[in-house]
């Protein structure tokens, strides 16, 4: 994985964490990587991994069982879906708005953009 220098790593983890839950590789109520295989996967220091996990733990995405490891939790997805939506809303789109008001871009040429997008997929 590519560190960008912008976001703190452990960050940077977290989101990695969110694809891999996203695209299916983590599934619901199954283990996920230990921190020490993930530091090694990643090439990071295993305390950056802990950041991350203690973070994901704390919005309920994944569960430590004593003896066997960190596992998803069955609403992992949800609460995945629920961070990244509240996330583009409250810092993507805010830059979006800004960036269409330098541009002096109106909601309707955006509406028609996205229209096109949609065809396109």
Known sequence: MDFTPNKPIYRQIIDYSFGQILTGAWAAEQR???V????LQLSVNSHTVLKAYEFLQAQ???IAKRGMGFYLT???L???NDARR???FDTSLKELFKEMTLLDISIEEVEEQYRKFLENQ
Do not use: K, N, T, Y
């Not at 020490?36 to 530091?39: D, F, G, I, M, V």
């Open 74 to 76: 069955s609403d992992a």
């Open 32 to 34: 996920v990587p230990s």
């Open 60 to 62: 309920g995405i994944i």
């Open 86 to 88: 509240s996330e583009f």
């Open 36 to 39: 020490r295989e993930l530091s």
């Open 78 to 80: 949800q609460h995945v």
